[in-house]
């Protein structure tokens, strides 16, 4: 089925700015809260958000084989898990509403005040049940800092890592919504030279600037997903910022791996943006050497051309943007990622979430987290309004932004945002 959604001449009768995230090509999904406090699934357009629950019962879609709840619900789980049939259908349908020559609801004033909100209005809120979250370790630039930081520099990447996508478990109940104010964690931490560990705030908090994917109903236990088939079951992707702890997290994770430096909070952007809107970017990704085992080899372009940016604002100053990276650097693609994930029978759901992990770019000012912008502290990150930083302090705000362009349109995520607040 064609994606005509995706039409780089179309135009909206919403006004767009030229510069948006959110032309009339992108229509992403979210969920949101009206000021009447009703819920309610929605796309966005510009600076407008579209109730598509309304614009459902109102017979916008009609045709299209729906359940006439589907959009009048607090996640987008289901509508998720109807596959990528739908989900196309559902978007160039979104497209053609909205599109300049067509009048239909252009020209419905009543309709309109019931589907169409300005952002100012409504409150974003986590688009997604999250059954399942995985953390990958898949950027080599980052895997080869952190090995050359904590190990032996001639030996940086351990011997499985050019073999395998690196993962782990995360919590799921603590990923939260862009916007949300995180107080900075406690737990147990060593100092240098120390033979014993103490309690208290961490002293190293650090963001971890990511891309991660959703998933829809993919196999059943005991089934894998073959790489020529992973694609169908990846609904779309948000930015990701994995907080972390690293003064925790250096004490604790030998010899099971992260736990309370992670587990904290993770902050994802609002809108989730499809994979059907993402591919006119697609790009190669990174040659592998040497060459994966059967199951993880992959044809064609698998990764996606994305500017990736992190900055740090503190409070009553301007920001600083200390990261300029690309999600095209990451060695391991999403599909070898969800191929290996299922590759021992795991089962895969609707709404379960995979990270990228840390993105970082071949040049200094392209790594993904202060651990490596200041390499552990040695070279602090200046700030444009005067003073440094070497990790995240009380009251700074990250703010992650990422989008994709070319010569005729741009698709973005909007921003991934998140304050520390002293710890409680």
């Not at 039409?7 to 229509?27: A, G």
Request: hydrophobic share 35%; proline share 6%.
């Amino acid at each position: 089925m064609k994606i005509t959604a995706n039409n780089p001449e179309r135009k909206s009768w919403l006004p767009v700015d030229s510069n948006s995230d959110f032309p009339i090509q992108n229509i992403p999904f979210g969920v949101f809260l009206t000021k009447e406090y009703i819920t309610t699934i929605g796309t966005r357009i510009g600076n407008y958000a579209i109730d598509l629950g309304a614009l459902h019962q109102l017979g916008y879609f009609k045709g299209i084989p729906l359940t006439e709840d589907i959009f009048m619900q607090d996640t987008l789980n289901d509508f998720i898990s109807d596959g990528r049939k739908t989900w196309r259908l559902v978007r160039n349908r979104i497209a053609d509403i909205f599109d300049v020559n067509n009048s239909e609801l252009q020209n419905n004033s009543k309709d309109k005040e019931v589907i169409i909100f300005n952002l100012k209005d409504i409150e974003m809120l986590l688009p997604i049940s999250i059954g399942d979250y995985t953390d990958f370790f898949s950027s080599k630039e980052h895997a080869t800092n952190t090995g050359t930081m904590f190990r032996d520099p001639e030996n940086a990447l351990l011997p499985n890592w050019l073999h395998v996508p690196v993962g782990y478990h995360g919590r799921s109940s603590s990923i939260i919504v862009s916007g949300t104010e995180i107080h900075r964690p406690k737990g147990q931490t060593i100092a240098p030279n120390a033979t014993q560990p103490t309690f208290g705030p961490s002293k190293l908090v650090d963001f971890e600037l990511e891309m991660a994917f959703i998933t829809t109903d993919a196999n059943h236990l005991g089934d894998a997903i073959p790489i020529d088939e992973a694609e169908e079951y990846i609904f779309g992707m948000v930015l990701f910022n994995d907080w972390s702890a690293r003064d925790i997290q250096k004490w604790e994770y030998v010899p099971l791996g992260p736990f309370l430096g992670k587990s904290f909070a993770s902050t994802i952007s609002p809108w989730i943006v499809t994979m059907d809107a993402l591919e006119p970017f697609r790009v190669p990704s990174p040659k592998q050497e040497p060459t994966p085992l059967t199951y993880l080899q992959q044809k064609g372009d698998n990764s996606y051309d994305i500017h990736l940016q992190a900055a740090i604002k503190p409070e009553g100053k301007k920001e600083t943007i200390v990261s300029n990276s690309n999600f095209k650097y990451m060695y391991w693609t999403m599909i070898q990622q969800l191929t290996h994930h299922t590759v021992n029978g795991c089962n895969v759901l609707s709404g379960d979430m995979m990270g990228s992990g840390t993105i970082s770019g071949p040049t200094p000012d392209s790594y993904g987290s202060m651990l490596e912008l200041s390499w552990r502290g040695t070279k602090p990150v200046q700030l444009v309004e005067g003073g440094e930083r070497k990790f995240i302090n009380d009251n700074d705000e990250v703010i992650m932004r990422a989008y994709c362009t070319n010569n005729t349109i741009r698709i973005g995520f909007g921003e991934c945002t998140g304050k520390i607040l002293p710890t409680k």
